[in-house]
């Protein structure tokens, strides 16, 4: 593996392979999560357990309400545990991690600033000075066509383009684990297969550990290395599945017998976790 | 791809019914402008028929005509003489309240203890008639150009800290969470998110700065006068110099026009920079 002439700051061409499996990266034991609002408690992860081993790319699959959001904030550190506990890294989570990084349903950039500024941000807030990573944010916006539109500000883009870039501003800083939230829900299915493409192209370059949100059985099925589905509220895990598709995906991939018959069968764990409650 | 293909047609269709009908293809930036401007014309045309039309006496209205007459003929010296301190402490005290208001809304925002200790008695302070107060600044300034700047201050700030405070408290909560994944301080939030979200909200308080800054000084020179266009108003008042007091309000409105501009011209130079 070569290393970038930057030195400190690893390329993203360059990234180790993948990692001892034998202990878990992030392990998520009997997770509870209970809101307590003036019109009572509302039990929003019943009791979710799993592990992830380093490198994953990790769907989660589940019913509008059912506490996916609510338990990636939980992996974040935004949001408090009930009971139970969350380890990442061998450290239990507490607080936001520095080694993460997170894409949101709404790209959240932040308007007055350029689409570089905006990728830049997390190291503008960590380190002060950005210089030594403007090398990297080239890659990255490189990666997913928007370079030549670095001087441009977020409402100058389309939907699509905007959730580029907070994709970029998520790998940044080289996270361990990225965590994405429905990233791509807010688009129409053209811009959403492309972006489906795109992070499948990042990833097979990135190869970290990400943890992805979704409502889409097809993208799920096509992005992830595994994918949990989890049931409605008193929300579980409630189906664990390996997708071993070889790499890189493609996106004919979808027309394969295998693909749909892993959509279909998703689709029922999918519903009876609905009846479930 | 056939759908998109066959919505392109009749997009561009809809276009062209769109297009206004002939005779308003005036560009509507320049019509934001021609418009009024043709309106204001008309109605001092109109006047200055009325008032012989009427035959109204020109101590009780007189024509424009006759108002610009005297404009130029005392605009040197007497009347420039009286709107330069005018202006000058219009100013002063219009810079001042901005940045007392900014502060002010900045400190709030970021402490809750003295928001909550502070916030409601500022608001309540603004229940008070504020002109009635104007002869206690006297008390407490003398009859200099403090009493009246200290004056102008106190009723021009709250505009500022009203709307600063909002843009402070407004932004959006996403935003606010990205921060808090990034484990960013306090004082970045601030600096970063919170102050440019602010920015547009703050302009807006302080374009009601300006016409109120000008009210406080002018109110001012009504209590304490030597100088001052106020003072020439009232001067002119008991001369029954009406033209006079009209040419007078016409300076004070051209520069509370030009104040107002410039201030917006200042905000939209930062808009740009910061592309918001
Ligand atoms: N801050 C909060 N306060 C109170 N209740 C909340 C809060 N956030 C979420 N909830 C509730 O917790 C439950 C789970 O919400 P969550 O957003 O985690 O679901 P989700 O699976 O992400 O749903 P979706 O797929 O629609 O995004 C919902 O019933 C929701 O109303
Ligand atoms: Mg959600």
Not at chain 2, 86 to 115: D, H, M, N, Q, Y
Not at chain 2, 252 to 259: P, R
Request: aromatic share 8%; with cysteine; net charge neutral.
């Amino acid at each position: 593996m070569t290393t970038h002439a930057t030195g400190s700051i690893p390329a993203i061409r360059s990234l180790k392979p993948l990692t001892d499996t034998s202990t878990p990266y992030i392990s998520v034991e009997s997770v509870r999560k209970v809101y307590h609002t003036a019109d009572g408690d509302i039990e929003a992860v019943s009791k979710v357990d799993f592990d992830i081993n380093s490198g994953d790319f990790v769907s989660i699959l589940g019913p509008s309400g059912c506490g996916k959001s609510t338990l990636m904030m939980m992996m974040g550190g935004l949001e408090t545990i009930s009971s139970g506990r969350i380890v990442i890294g061998g450290e239990p989570v507490t607080a936001p991690r520095g080694d993460l990084g997170y894409v949101f349903q709404d790209p959240t950039l932040l308007p007055w600033n350029t689409v570089l500024e905006n990728v830049l941000f997390p190291i503008r807030l960590r380190d002060g000075s950005t210089r030594k990573y403007h090398d990297r944010a080239q890659e990255l916006l490189e990666l997913v066509g928007l370079w030549e539109f670095r001087n441009k500000r977020p409402r100058q883009l389309s939907g699509g383009m905007r959730q580029r870039v907070a994709i970029c501003r998520g790998l940044i800083n080289d996270p361990a684990l990225l965590l994405m939230d429905e990233p791509f829900s807010a688009l129409d299915a053209i811009s959403r297969d492309d972006m489906n493409a795109a992070l499948a192209d990042i990833w097979d370059r990135f190869h970290k550990t990400a943890i992805f949100i979704t409502h889409s059985i097809r993208e799920a099925v096509f992005l992830s290395d595994r994918i949990l589905v989890m049931s409605r509220r008193p929300s579980t895990v409630c189906y664990d599945i390996r997708v071993d598709f070889p790499r890189p995906r493609r996106m004919e991939m979808q027309e394969t017998l295998e693909f749909n018959e892993l959509c279909g069968l998703l689709r029922k764990k999918i519903e009876e976790g609905y009846k479930v409650s | 791809m056939t759908q998109s293909q066959m919505i392109q047609p009749a997009g561009s269709s809809a276009m062209t019914v769109a297009t206004p009908p002939v005779g308003w293809k005036l560009d509507p930036a320049l019509r934001a402008i021609i418009l009024p401007a043709v309106t204001a014309a008309g109605l001092i045309a109109l006047w200055e028929a009325a008032v012989p039309l009427l035959g109204i006496p020109h101590v009780l209205l007189p024509p424009p005509s006759a108002i610009a007459v005297r404009l130029v003929q005392l605009f040197f010296p007497l009347i420039l003489q009286h709107a330069i301190p005018t202006i000058l402490e219009s100013l002063i005290a219009f810079v001042i309240s901005s940045i007392l208001g900014v502060v002010l809304a900045g400190v709030l925002s970021s402490s809750k203890i003295v928001r909550e200790a502070l916030y409601p008695n500022v608001v309540f302070f603004q229940l008070i008639p504020k002109i009635a107060l104007a002869p206690l600044f006297i008390v407490w300034f003398g009859i200099g150009s403090e009493s009246r700047i200290a004056f102008s201050i106190f009723i021009s700030f709250f505009p500022v800290v009203v709307a600063t405070l909002a843009g402070l408290d407004n932004v959006d909560r996403e935003l606010l969470r990205l921060c808090k994944a990034l484990r960013a301080s306090e004082w970045q939030v601030f600096r970063d998110v919170r102050i440019p979200f602010a920015i547009p909200y703050m302009f807006s308080g302080m374009k009601i700065a300006t016409t109120f800054s000008i009210i406080g000084i002018i109110v001012g020179e009504f209590v304490t006068s030597q100088a001052g266009l106020g003072y020439l108003i009232l001067f002119a008042s008991a001369q029954a110099e009406t033209e006079l007091i009209f040419a007078a309000i016409t300076v004070l409105c051209i520069f509370g026009l030009v104040f107002y501009g410039l201030v917006a011209m200042a905000e939209s130079y930062l808009r740009k920079k910061l592309g918001s």
